[in-house]
Antibody
């Protein structure tokens, strides 16, 4: 069965960096695009970034462009999100999600999320 | 502020039907596919509708999706207490070169 397990969250001071990981299993990881989506406490879903199946293309939300980098290691079935220059408004539960490779960007499987808290 | 617009909340009695609208523009809904997600309290979102009107395996046919022009609609018939959740529309925005979610709609079963 498809499983996505995020890790790496925690409490970090403003301006510092953090790297999130998403371990994938139960499917051919290298065949699917992958996304990061976040949700601030009590707020709605916010798309963060996407990386294509082969890592050849990346796209970012304006709110994180230039500060966050999405990457993947297909040999390790792992997705990453390198976050730098963190701000209080980056505090959120971060989900990784698989793109079903259909006609649209459909997030067919989600992890349980990892919580990032940016606070001094 | 999302580029997509959804009503903050909708409500109906058990067994009734509700619809949730998602309004956008030609740079997003008008020229891209729409998906819908259900998020029950304290859980990760779940894909309900993809490619405008398709249901993943295991999603009951009480849930339906449609798209016309720059708007999309999620319909839920035979409303059940277990349908109480937040619902989000999502699509690609060609101007932003990224995915966008609607602000979400809370469904309450009276």
């Amino acid at each position: 069965q498809v499983q996505l397990v995020e890790s790496g969250g925690g409490v970090v001071q403003p301006g510092r960096s953090l790297r999130l990981s998403c371990a994938a299993s139960g499917f051919t990881f290298s065949s699917y695009g992958m996304h990061w989506v976040r949700q601030a406490p009590g707020r709605g879903l916010e798309w963060v970034a996407v990386i294509w199946d082969d890592g050849s293309h990346e796209y970012y939300a304006d709110a994180v462009k230039g500060r966050f980098t999405i990457s993947r290691d297909n040999s390790r079935n792992t997705l990453y999100l390198q976050m730098s220059s963190l701000r209080a408004e980056d505090t959120a539960l971060y989900y990784c999600a698989r793109d079903d490779a259909g006609l649209g960007n459909n997030f067919d499987y989600w992890g349980q999320g990892t919580l990032v808290t940016v606070s001094s | 502020q999302s580029v997509l617009t959804q009503p903050p909340s909708v409500s109906a009695a058990p067994g009734q039907r509700v619809t949730i609208s998602c309004s956008g523009s030609s740079s997003n809904i008008g020229n891209n596919y729409v998906s819908w997600y259900q998020q029950l309290p304290g859980t990760a979102p779940k894909l309900l509708i993809y490619d405008n009107n398709k249901r993943p395996s295991g999603i009951p046919d009480r849930f339906s999706g449609s798209k016309s022009g720059t708007s999309a609609t999620l319909g839920i018939t035979g409303l059940q207490t277990g349908d109480e959740a937040d619902y989000y529309c999502e699509t690609w925005d060609s101007s932003l070169s990224g995915c966008v979610f609607g602000p979400g709609t809370k469904v309450t079963v009276l």
